[in-house]
């Protein structure tokens, strides 16, 4: 790799916008979502512990391998969070003292699910275990290291407004916008997970 700054910026830039190419075609059957956003996490991270490039190779290999317990976590995640969106409607829509109190109990169930969602498929990319211990761990991570949920949280939530009232916004994130929250929300995730990960038997290492 090039020592030149300039070349090093350009070369992350190139590899974030065909990580975002790649991401959005493998979100467009829906249900493999889980894998592309978890295949996403793995190359973002290994790219700042070990370097850039192999970003088609690292993908796809991330999403053969997770592809089954991404999909089973995202799938139910998905009708979940359909779910909870009527819930949250409904109660909204009744207006009476009854229905504002049990729509804030389900804001707080929303908010607790979202923290969680932030790290699960993080955490599948980069931390062994079933359905099960990839849940509880992202649980654990969203409590245990508050400070950096909530930075999670703002940048996910800007990230969602801004395209959500700009339509420049939308233009940059089908460009490159996915791949780049994707790689900023990873140095934080890395901060969580890197004393949880034996990097003895870390695949950091597995394209030299």
């Avoid at 955490?123 to 245990?144: Q, W």
């Amino acid at each position: 790799m090039s020592d030149s700054p300039v070349m090093a910026f350009f070369n992350k830039l190139a590899d974030l916008i065909l990580l975002n190419i790649i991401f959005i075609i493998c979100c467009i059957p829906i249900v493999t979502i889980g894998a592309a956003v978890t295949a996403m996490y793995y190359v973002c991270i290994i790219s700042i512990r070990q370097g850039d490039g192999y970003v088609v190779k690292r993908f796809f290999e991330s999403f053969k391998r997770n592809f089954k317990q991404a999909t089973l976590i995202w799938v139910p995640m998905l009708i979940i969070a359909i779910i909870m969106g009527f819930d949250l409607f409904f109660w909204y829509q009744m207006g009476t003292g009854f229905s504002k109190i049990m729509f804030v109990l389900s804001m707080i169930v929303e908010f607790m699910l979202v923290t969680i969602s932030l790290y699960i498929f993080p955490v599948l990319a980069k931390l062994e275990g079933n359905i099960r211990t990839t849940i509880k761990n992202a649980a654990a991570f969203s409590i245990g290291y508050f400070q950096y949920t909530v930075i999670l949280i703002l940048f996910t939530g800007g990230f969602l407004y801004a395209n959500y009232v700009s339509l420049v916004m939308n233009a940059i994130t089908s460009f490159i916008g996915f791949a780049l929250l994707a790689y900023m929300k990873s140095f934080f995730i890395y901060k969580v997970m890197m004393n949880h990960i034996d990097e003895r038997y870390d695949d950091f290492t597995k394209d030299e």
